[in-house]
């Protein structure tokens, strides 16, 4: 695995780690101010990371939060489907964690402190340890160590979406053959109720080949990437006064 990097997200509100070869995209594009968006500028993996700040969708359950926020993912990708009639948005694996703000890090499903099914991957390992330790210790002042009293819902998701690639015309508006790709998705919804946010953290990552060559859904589940899960192991919420609060 590469180096990382910490980056301060939102003005440093927040911070996380990243590979160091991933750049902002904000430096050569806009980026909408509820967002931060980082990409691999290297041709190892093309991947694309996106971290926004939503209203919590209070209608949407937690159970139901990753297949939402997945789906609301495929049709802004306009995912198309296989020759064979396949659907071109697949969701591997959904589960919801329960984090608690506390003295304690929430480790793994032995530890008291986390309700729920925490992915084998991070079994034995720290998870949101700059959210769940205790506040005074996370650079918070004394007004918004108590910000997220109730568990936080944290929703993580794996999948995989057939996504075109390029335009569907050419520059004479002549219609144009397009090649689909796999792109794995990897996703984290943090369901901060009492500031009424929802924190999507999103990774795609593009898959080698086009999805004709390789349509086989099961060979596209690699499982919880390096990347997301040490991005995810470094998140700290610093300032919790960035959600309004």
């Known amino acids: 695995m590469s180096e990382s990097k910490a980056v301060e997200l939102f003005g440093g509100a927040l911070s996380c780690k990243i590979p160091s070869q991933w750049r902002d995209v904000s430096l ?33 359950s937690d159970e139901e939060a990753c297949s939402f926020f997945f789906r609301d993912l495929a049709d802004a990708n306009g995912c198309s489907c296989s020759s064979a009639g396949k659907s071109g948005s697949v969701m591997h694996e959904s589960q919801v964690v329960k ?39 996370v650079g918070c002042d004394n007004n918004t160590q108590s910000k997220q009293s109730e568990p936080i819902a944290c929703c993580i998701m794996r999948g995989s979406q057939k996504v075109a690639q390029g335009k569907d015309t050419d520059a004479s508006g002549r219609a144009r053959d397009i090649k689909a790709k796999w792109i794995r998705i990897e996703l984290c919804a943090l369901r901060l109720t009492n500031v009424d946010v929802d ?47």
């Not at 986390?114 to 034995?124: A, D, H």
């Open 99 to 137: 984090l608690l703000l506390g003295s304690g890090q929430n480790r793994d499903d032995e530890n008291e402190t986390v309700e729920g099914t925490v992915p084998s991957q991070w079994k034995r390992r720290s998870l949101f340890p700059g959210i769940v330790i205790n506040s005074g210790t």
């Open 28 to 60: 050569v594009r806009q980026v909408p101010d509820n967002q931060e968006v980082y990409q691999d500028c290297t041709e190892n993996t093309g991947a694309v990371l996106v971290i926004e700040i939503l209203e919590h969708q209070s209608d949407v």
């Open 199 to 245: 924190l999507l953290i999103t990774m795609s990552t593009p898959q080698l080949g086009n999805a004709e060559e390789n349509d086989n859904d099961e060979c596209l589940d690699e499982g919880y990437s390096d990347v997301f899960r040490d991005l995810l192991e470094s998140l700290n919420i610093r300032d919790w006064s960035l959600f309004g609060g």
